[in-house]
């Protein structure tokens, strides 16, 4: 499942200061248990409530939906959302819990392991978030945020030898995509170095996507605006002009919009 799919971690949204906790307040449901026909319902509800930063309610919603849902995505859906509502209520210890219960579901799923990454981090389990962000790798070996994340962590944590073994991963698959970038054949390949190369933080790598913002193929055109978006357009002084004259002369909207996107977008991972 690609990393677009797990659309829910965007309700985290703002609203990290909010600690109220669960009270009475939760929408009435009927006196049967939920059926697999009221999960659909229960997690649209759960969006709903955790959308509009009634957490409790979300709470009661989300965990109906994981014990009513028999469809898996649905499932592990719900179970996403319940993670993300403990969260913002800082019940750190029940939000992993509901993130370990999507990894069980989605085990293929490298986003699946960065949320109960964050998730950990935020409940100070760092040798155990450490663990996830292998699990990010061995799944997406170019995820190449995931590189830097772990090899920070392990530092943090006094594992200075794992740190550099870490670094050095992250820095051959960094120049292989830069690589394939400026050399592939394929259009496809050459996006797909691009969108790997949005993981980086470095100004060498953003300057390497600027010069491909010249590619005859429109999808290269738009991964590069995109990885751009996400390293950060002020990570180098020649970064947002770049952006800025290609915005003026590019024929293609769906490349225009994917400009007007970085320009906007706040980027730095």
Not at 10 to 34: D, F
Not at 131 to 159: N, T
Request: net charge negative; with cysteine.
């Amino acid at each position: 499942m690609k990393r677009a799919a797990i659309a829910i971690a965007a309700l985290v949204a703002a609203g990290a200061g909010c600690k109220q906790k669960p009270s009475s307040l939760a929408p009435s449901v009927p006196s049967r248990a939920p059926s697999a026909a009221d999960a659909r319902v229960l997690y649209d509800q759960g969006k709903n409530d955790l959308e509009n930063k009634r957490i409790s309610e979300a709470v009661t919603s989300f965990t109906k939906a994981t014990e009513a849902a028999t469809d898996p995505d649905l499932r592990a859906n719900a179970w996403l959302g319940l993670g993300a509502a403990y969260g913002e209520l800082g019940d750190h210890t029940h939000a992993v819990a509901a993130y370990e219960q999507v990894t069980v579901l989605r085990p293929d799923d490298p986003d699946a392991w960065r949320v109960l990454a964050e998730g950990l981090a935020a409940a100070g389990k760092r040798d155990r978030q450490a663990a996830a962000l292998e699990h990010v790798i061995a799944i997406d070996p170019d995820d190449l945020s995931a590189y830097l994340d772990l090899a920070g962590l392990d530092v943090a944590i006094g594992k200075a030898d794992a740190s550099k073994d870490v670094y050095l991963r992250y820095e051959a698959r960094r120049r292989d995509a830069v690589v394939q970038l400026g050399k592939a054949k394929d259009p496809e390949a050459r996006a797909a170095a691009a969108s790997a190369l949005g993981g980086a933080r470095d100004a060498g790598t953003a300057r390497a996507l600027v010069l491909a913002l010249t590619d005859k193929d429109a999808g290269v055109r738009i991964a590069c605006a995109e990885a751009l978006g996400r390293i950060g357009v002020d990570i180098d002084p020649d970064v947002r002009p770049a952006l800025q004259a290609l915005l003026k002369k590019e024929p293609d909207e769906k490349v225009r919009n994917a400009v007007g996107d970085a320009l906007s977008s706040s980027g730095g991972h």
